[in-house]
């Protein structure tokens, strides 16, 4: 039950506060404009990244009932991430780019912040022996504000279309709170649960033809609250088996931002340069329409994340078998 009422808070929260916030960026002119590149027909608020990180926190606080320094650093690294996402939307109303190297302090002191709560990836169960192998601190470190720091960028990157982002997050947060009620994480699973409410509140609005944009403040936050997600459930357990799961769940931003860096560094063009290399301009340049990339794309995530769960069962299925 506790499961239920912090997905409807989150949603009821993130559903409600949206058209407020929505008609005060169109007042302020807090929109984005169409482009080159971007293709929607006339300026749109850039708010969501509010609504989810209202939505995602008010159920949070109330229903997460994790340590207080958890908790604290989580709310400020996350705050971080919304504040300077704000700020680089803020330029993009202007038809400005802001600086690179802001956004990626802020990312990096937020992930740090996360380390120093004691969310870190430890280490891994030696599938041979069922020794468990625990790494060196400086490589702790390394992993754990790798993946942070990755995942938030490859939301990031996703967010081209009209629910596209929040669809993909959307399937990975329920793909993680499935896995944590399977290994027994309530706390990641709370935070999953919590995330699932407040982005299907968001994406009432910004489905196909989208009302309102996540901007950067919001797919900066989802992918940081899903890495969080990620170590503090699936990493959690440790076993070689676990960690497929956040890697499948998030296979396709993962793999095609991979091959975006790949693309981008051998034309020699700066990594954070924005163009249309991402999968879903790339099925839009061979005449899908936008809701047919988003439909595809969703289902091969729904696909890659049911392979993980199916995975993580046949586990425990193996496991308790050869227990009794």
Not at 78 to 96: E, M, N
Not at 251 to 267: M, T, Y
């Amino acid at each position: 039950m506790n499961y239920i009422i912090a997905m409807v808070v989150a949603f009821i929260v993130s559903f409600a506060i949206m058209p407020l916030l929505m008609k005060l960026s169109e007042k302020i002119g807090f929109t984005d404009k169409p482009n080159k590149r971007k293709k929607h027909k006339s300026p749109t608020p850039l708010c969501g990244g509010i609504a989810l990180y209202i939505g995602f926190f008010v159920s949070y606080l109330l229903f997460v009932g994790d340590e207080a320094k958890q908790q604290i650093m989580i709310f400020i690294g996350a705050t971080f991430i919304v504040l300077i996402g704000l700020v680089d939307d803020y330029y993009k109303t202007k038809g400005k780019e802001f600086p690179i190297l802001p956004r990626l302090i802020i990312q990096l002191l937020s992930a740090i912040l996360v380390f120093k709560a004691g969310i870190i990836f430890k280490g891994f169960t030696n599938p041979f022996t069922s020794e468990f192998i625990l790494l060196n601190p400086t490589l702790q470190f390394i992993l754990t504000i790798t993946w942070i720091f990755g995942v938030t960028t490859v939301i990031n990157w996703s967010d081209g279309m009209d629910g596209l982002a929040g669809g993909i997050s959307l399937i990975s947060s329920i793909t993680f709170f499935v896995a944590a009620i399977i290994l027994g994480r309530n706390v990641s699973a709370l935070i999953s649960i919590g995330l699932v409410g407040s982005i299907a509140g968001f994406l009432y609005y910004n489905k196909y033809p989208a009302k309102v944009f996540m901007g950067d403040s919001g797919a900066n936050l989802l992918g940081f609250l899903l890495s969080i997600t990620a170590l503090d459930g699936a990493f959690k357990s440790a076993t070689v088996m676990s960690l497929f799961i956040p890697i499948f769940a998030l296979a396709v931003p993962i793999f095609d931002n991979l091959f975006v860096i790949f693309k981008r560094f051998s034309e020699g063009k700066p990594v954070y340069q924005a163009d249309r290399s991402q999968i879903h301009f790339r099925l839009e340049a061979k005449g899908f329409t936008p809701k047919q990339v988003v439909k595809y794309i969703m289902i091969v995530s729904i696909l890659c994340s049911s392979i993980s769960i199916f995975l993580l069962l046949f586990k425990q299925y193996t496991c308790y078998t050869i227990y009794w």
